[in-house]
């Protein structure tokens, strides 16, 4: 089984300021098969990132994803208000087929 | 637009089953998988399966093996998931997902909560 593994736990930043998110996995990863998704209290999830470093339909440029093997990025160039928010990768691979990471919280300073 | 379109909350006893729908429209209904995934309470997300909305087909990990079962609809394009034998760790908010191209969830149903509780 691929772990996930996320750091950190909680972000802490200010509006306006860059957030950098990582997620690590166990064994290599397809980059085909890494995205990441973004959670807000009350909402569905939405995707932000597929294959690696593809923005979603209608993801905003500030929202990039890279990285490769077993290490991932996602990074926010600029914080708005409405991305302080929970944010999870997941990849697919081996049994079982599709794992999450725990999550990290970008919350306001 | 697509949209997937889940039934409301949920209150069972230990020992039950639930059955939870997702009913999705803006797309073929068929030409995409739908998953399920879910979270308990403060916890990250657990995947519980596939359904091949064509043809009927499943796939569930190991862990649920036995103890789910999906289902779909087609002349209402709507697709079912059954939980049986619940216990108190079942307490959790369930979500259904339609799988994209690149094996990512790219649309997702706004959860049922299910609560197990005696």
């Known amino acids: 089984e691929i772990v996930l593994t996320q750091s950190p736990g909680t972000l802490s930043l200010s509006p306006g300021e860059r957030a950098t998110l990582s997620c690590r996995a166990s064994?290599?990863?397809?980059?085909?098969?890494l995205a990441w998704y973004q959670q807000k209290p009350g909402q569905a999830l939405r995707l932000l990132i597929y294959?690696?470093?593809s923005r979603a339909t209608g993801i905003p440029d500030r929202f990039s994803g890279s990285g490769s093997g077993t290490d991932f990025t996602l990074t926010i160039s600029r914080l708005e208000p409405e991305d302080f928010a929970v944010y999870y990768c997941?990849?697919?691979?081996?049994?079982?087929?599709?794992?999450f990471g725990p999550g990290t919280k970008v919350d306001i300073k | 637009q697509v949209q997937l379109v889940q039934s409301g909350a949920e209150v069972k006893k230990p020992g039950a089953s639930v059955k939870v729908s997702c009913k999705t429209s803006?797309?073929?209904?068929?030409?995409?998988?739908i998953h399920w995934v879910r979270q308990a309470p403060g916890q990250g997300l657990e995947w519980m399966g596939w359904?091949?909305?064509?043809?009927?087909?499943?796939n569930y990990p190991q862990k649920f093996q036995g103890r789910v079962t999906m289902t779909r609809d087609t002349s209402i394009s709507t697709v079912y998931m059954e939980l049986s034998r619940l216990i108190s760790d079942d307490t959790a908010v369930y979500y259904c997902?339609?799988?994209?191209?690149?094996?990512?969830?790219?649309?997702w149903g706004q959860g049922t909560l299910v609560t197990v509780s005696s």
């Open positions: 294959g690696a470093s």
């Open positions: 359904i091949n909305p064509h043809s009927g087909d499943t």
């Open positions: 997902a339609r799988l994209g191209a690149s094996r990512h969830f790219d649309f």
């Open positions: 997941q990849q697919y691979g081996n049994s079982p087929l599709f794992t």
């Open positions: 803006g797309y073929t209904f068929t030409g995409y998988y």
């Open positions: 064994q290599s990863v397809s980059s085909s098969y």
